[in-house]
């Protein structure tokens, strides 16, 4: 059977009518704070008064319920025609982890692709301003498939660490999202994960191949203390650099829309 022939395509096109926009958070591999940025850049969003939706949607790794202390062994979801997702306070979390617990999944790539279809094709979101995504790392079928679904409505931002190694890469992912006709919102360079010292080695080389930097994040030792709890979340460095993105996120998608 065709993707297009697959009724639960249509039905992800009916559950996200009412998300205005959807930013995926990318990077070319893990470890470079994807999950830390969606995380704080949904209680930004949600505290500038927006209607936000997180989805973790890293299988192998999905970290999002760590970061926001949902205990997925008593977490239960409410069903009414498909799957309510959990509320945070105001925002709206759905997590591959809240169907596997804390098993890796042993499964095939048809497989995989076929869990995370009916995962995106049940959860009902209702209406919300941004749709936040913890992506999967690279441009694996899964990554390349959500970037499809969610074509429409999509920004897509790119986590680069602070390193060296980071800039081709960086620079390589904007650049096949070009090519695929997606309009990246712009990388941000996370100064936590990798070194100080090339930070501006890594700014000038990604900024002069004309691919736009949306901020940096700080180094924040207080991160670890913090995950587990939004309010002390809030607290941290991390967060006040992502709260400033996420204004001139705001800022931009309104200019677009106006
Ligand atoms: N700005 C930062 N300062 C300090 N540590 C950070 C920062 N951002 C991320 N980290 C640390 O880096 C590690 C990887 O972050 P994570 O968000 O899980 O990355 P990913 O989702 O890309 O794998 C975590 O241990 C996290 O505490
Ligand atoms: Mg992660």
């Given at each position: 059977?065709?993707?297009?022939?697959?009724?639960?395509?249509?039905?992800?096109?009916?559950?996200?009518?009412?998300?205005?926009?959807?930013?995926?958070?990318?990077?070319?591999?893990?470890?470079?704070?994807?999950?830390t940025i969606?995380?704080?850049?949904?209680?930004?969003?949600?505290?500038?008064?927006?209607?936000?939706?997180?989805?973790?949607?890293?299988?192998?790794?999905?970290?999002?319920?760590?970061?926001?202390?949902?205990?997925?062994?008593?977490?239960?979801?409410?069903?009414?025609?498909?799957?309510?997702?959990?509320?945070?306070?105001?925002?709206?979390?759905?997590?591959?982890?809240?169907?596997?617990?804390?098993?890796?999944?042993?499964?095939?790539?048809?497989?995989?692709?076929?869990?995370?279809?009916?995962?995106?094709?049940?959860?009902?979101?209702?209406?919300?301003?941004?749709?936040?995504?913890?992506?999967?790392?690279?441009?694996?079928?899964?990554?390349?498939?959500?970037?499809?679904?969610?074509?429409?409505?999509?920004?897509p931002?790119?986590?680069?660490?602070?390193?060296?190694?980071?800039?081709?890469?960086?620079?390589?992912?904007?650049?096949?999202?070009?090519?695929?006709?997606?309009?990246?919102?712009?990388?941000?360079i996370?100064?936590?994960?990798?070194?100080?010292?090339?930070?501006?080695?890594?700014?000038?080389?990604?900024?002069?191949?004309?691919?736009?930097?949306?901020?940096?994040?700080?180094?924040?030792?207080?991160?670890?203390?913090?995950y587990?709890?939004?309010l002390?979340?809030?607290?941290?460095?991390?967060?006040?650099?992502?709260k400033?993105?996420?204004?001139?996120?705001?800022?931009?998608?309104?200019?677009?829309?106006?």
């Amino acid at each position: 059977m065709s993707l297009e022939e697959d009724p639960r395509v249509y039905s992800i096109s009916v559950r996200i009518r009412e998300v205005s926009t959807i930013i995926p958070v990318m990077s070319y591999k893990g470890g470079v704070g994807k999950s830390t940025i969606s995380a704080l850049l949904s209680l930004a969003l949600d505290e500038g008064g927006y209607k936000v939706g997180l989805l973790d949607l890293d299988f192998t790794n999905p970290s999002i319920h760590r970061i926001f202390g949902i205990d997925i062994e008593t977490a239960t979801l409410r069903e009414e025609k498909g799957v309510l997702p959990l509320e945070l306070g105001n925002i709206k979390v759905m997590s591959v982890a809240f169907f596997t617990k804390d098993n890796t999944l042993p499964l095939r790539g048809s497989e995989l692709d076929s869990v995370f279809k009916e995962l995106l094709s049940i959860t009902i979101w209702g209406k919300l301003d941004f749709l936040v995504v913890d992506m999967p790392p690279g441009l694996s079928d899964i990554a390349l498939d959500v970037l499809k679904y969610f074509r429409e409505k999509m920004r897509p931002i790119i986590v680069s660490a602070s390193s060296i190694l980071s800039v081709a890469p960086t620079i390589n992912l904007a650049k096949m999202m070009r090519e695929i006709k997606l309009n990246p919102l712009g990388v941000i360079i996370n100064r936590g994960v990798g070194t100080e010292e090339v930070y501006e080695n890594v700014l000038r080389s990604i900024a002069e191949r004309g691919i736009s930097i949306l901020g940096t994040v700080e180094k924040d030792g207080g991160l670890d203390a913090s995950y587990g709890n939004t309010l002390r979340l809030r607290r941290t460095r991390a967060y006040s650099s992502v709260k400033k993105i996420s204004e001139s996120i705001e800022a931009s998608i309104k200019k677009e829309i106006v």
